[in-house]
């Protein structure tokens, strides 16, 4: 009966380190996602703003005057869309999460600030081979706080892909900076922390050791 028991155990060990090594090892399709290597693996499409690295985060700033694509950062693509690095979405990676906030706000001479629109940072998905796939999250509600986006490109799955993250500077008197970080290609069902799984494991040795015993 002790040996039943530990071969249960010891198939239900295995079967969890499957599960949490195999989402494991397709982690991690967006190189340098948390910038700690600057801007490495992406390229700055800006045209009036521009995109800067500081302590391993990416800060997205808007520039003098307005106008669209104003700071663009972009990783499967050059900004040209010659699409020179694309990044294929697979069943296992489908969903996008990154990390955004509004890191500053201040006052832009140069606009007249007659527009309704406030400065906005959206998501492109451009398709490398059909542009009828792209996909645009433009409603991104953004505060000062950090907060994560987890977004679903699961439309997109076989294909492959450029992430383009873009700033359009509106005309509403003020230059504003975004602040990304943490960008990766995920699941949406999360995975156990290597702590969570030891407590897991842990509990499941004692609860066994104790059947053991009394036995």
Do not use: C
Request: negative net charge.
């Amino acid at each position: 009966m002790k040996n039943v028991i530990l071969k249960k155990l010891v198939t239900v060990v295995a079967t969890i380190n499957f599960i949490v090594f195999s989402h494991v090892s397709y982690a991690g399709v967006i190189a340098n996602g948390d910038f700690t290597n600057g801007l490495d693996n992406w390229s700055d499409a800006s045209f009036t703003g521009q995109v800067v690295s500081n302590n391993g985060i990416a800060n997205l700033s808007t520039g003098t005057g307005t106008g669209l694509y104003s700071a663009v950062l972009v990783q499967g693509d050059d900004g040209f869309f010659n699409f020179n690095s694309p990044i294929l979405i697979d069943a296992q990676n489908s969903w996008i999460s990154f990390d955004l906030w509004q890191s500053s706000k201040d006052v832009d001479a140069s606009e007249s600030g007659i527009s309704s629109l406030n400065d906005a940072l959206s998501l492109s998905v451009y398709d490398a081979f059909d542009f009828s796939f792209d996909v645009l999250f433009s409603d991104l509600l953004v505060t000062s706080q950090q907060q994560n986006f987890l977004l679903d490109v699961s439309s997109l799955i076989g294909r492959s892909v450029a992430f383009s993250f873009e700033l359009n500077d509106e005309n509403d008197g003020f230059d504003t900076m975004f602040s990304l970080d943490n960008v990766q290609l995920t699941s949406s069902v999360s995975v156990p922390e290597p702590s969570t799984l030891l407590i897991f494991l842990l509990a499941m040795y004692a609860l066994t050791r104790k059947q053991l015993i009394k036995r």
